[in-house]
T-cell receptor, first 115, second 111 residues
Framework: GAGVSQSPSNKVTEKGKDVELRCDPISGHTALYWYRQSLGQGLEFLIYFQGNSAPDKSGLPSDRFSAERTGGSVSTLTIQRTQQEDSAVYLC?????????????FGSGTRLTVV | GQQLNQSPQSMFIQEGEDVSMNCTSSSIFNTWLWYKQDPGEGPVLLIALYKAGELTSNGRLTAQFGITRKDSFLNISASIPSDVGIYFCAGQLRGTDKLIFGTGTRLQVFP
């Protein structure tokens, strides 16, 4: 597609439920990133995929968070047993190659609210 | 997670005024970038800096990559209402592929 597409745009879930957030990167972009933006905060790195390499999961805050990228394209971020502190905007970005901050294109994000 | 120190946190200015914001880090960065985020949207790249001391302009925006490689500033001249938003600095460490973002500067411009 023309841009990075994220769905849903908004998600309200009950504490303890699992949620899945989806990211469709720009076609042909090999690198895909997930960031979390809490209210009034900057962007916190979560996980990074580059081609067929093992993902960099160093930013995932707990083992309740996981992500996968199927076929080198679409990515899903899963949060299990959601907690109220998981409420945030989850942003996905893609770039044509790794190590190219100039090429980051962000989606509009998924606003997650855990009640 | 690791974040850059960005200041000020917020600014309320009148249309036509100039604006300055900066970021500092304890780490040396290979690349500094400045992004703007409008409400309900993801950040959009404004300026990218790749060399220490580099000064780059994009219209009314000017940014510099600090000589020590640990800081950067962004200036906006003659602000207009559409400059409203949150501005983020971001740095890329040598040998890594991810960006580390600042905490953001929220800019409000009054007519």
């Amino acid at each position: 597609g023309a841009g990075v597409s994220q769905s849903p745009s908004n998600k309200v879930t009950e504490k303890g439920k699992d949620v899945e957030l989806r990211c469709d990167p720009i076609s042909g972009h090999t690198a895909l990133y997930w960031y979390r933006q809490s209210l009034g905060q900057g962007l916190e790195f979560l996980i990074y995929f580059q081609g067929n390499s093992a993902p960099d999961k160093s930013g995932l805050p707990s083992d309740r968070f996981s992500a996968e990228r199927t076929g080198g394209s679409v990515s899903t971020l899963t949060i299990q047993r959601t907690q109220q502190e998981d409420s945030a905007v989850y942003l996905c970005a893609s770039s044509p190659q790794s190590g190219d901050g100039n090429g980051y294109t962000f989606g509009s994000g998924t606003r997650l609210t855990v009640v | 997670g690791q974040q850059l120190n960005q200041s000020p946190q917020s600014m309320f200015i009148q249309e036509g005024e100039d604006v300055s914001m900066n970021c500092t880090s304890s780490s040396i960065f290979n690349t500094w970038l400045w992004y703007k985020q409008d409400p309900g949207e993801g950040p959009v790249l404004l300026i990218a800096l790749y060399k220490a001391g580099e000064l780059t302009s994009n219209g009314r925006l000017t940014a510099q990559f600090g000589i020590t490689r640990k800081d950067s500033f962004l200036n906006i001249s003659a602000s207009i209402p559409s400059d409203v938003g949150i501005y983020f600095c971001a740095g890329q460490l040598r040998g890594t592929d991810k960006l580390i973002f600042g905490t953001g500067t929220r800019l409000q411009v009054f007519p």
